[in-house]
């Protein structure tokens, strides 16, 4: 084993103590194929989730979830038990989002399910019409968004994670995400005012 590798590893174990987080990411450190099974059970409807509502369809987000827990046993090296295991795995996926390209087509599926979230269901035909609209805006005006203010709006708006959640998961200062969402938010608005949705 060369020293890097030992020394990644040494860090990890010194976590173990920090509880079932530290230790299943030890694990996946050493390459235990029982622990990769572990993490997916526990974490990958969450990254699923996240992988939808930021790169698109199904299709887009299976692959991303899958180059998530691939990557797993490599990254789990750096997790140091300052923040979830859950949330290291979602910065995980962030990560490997930069790697898909900006497409309106990957991310129409979840936006409109974004846009289904809402609690109450649509009063009538003009209703669920009215939604689909801002849905489609919405969906348009994120694409137009940079990569990393969409995460951090995903993150903070959609999926309403505090700033602090956001920077453990993304590795960027959480003045730096507060930054992300303010300017996303002011562009989202722009793009929809230009839309003619207020």
Known sequence: MNAAVRVSHEAVEGDVEAGPDGRLAARLAHG??????EAYDAFHEQVRRFARRLVGDATAAEDLVQETFLALPSAARRYRGDAPLRSFVIG???NHARHHA????????????????????????ESKARRQE???????????????????????EVEERTAGEAAQITGAPEATIRTRVFHGKKKLRAALTKRGIE
């Open 32 to 37: 235990e194929v029982e622990a990769l099974g």
């Open 134 to 156: 801002l849905a489609d805006a919405l969906r348009a005006a994120l694409d137009e968004l940079p990569l990393e203010q969409r995460i951090a709006i995903v993150l903070c």
């Open 102 to 125: 900006r497409s309106t087509a990957r991310r129409a599926a979840a936006m409109s399910a974004v846009a289904g979230d809402e609690s109450t269901p649509p009063s009538g035909p």
């Open 92 to 94: 995980v996926a962030a």
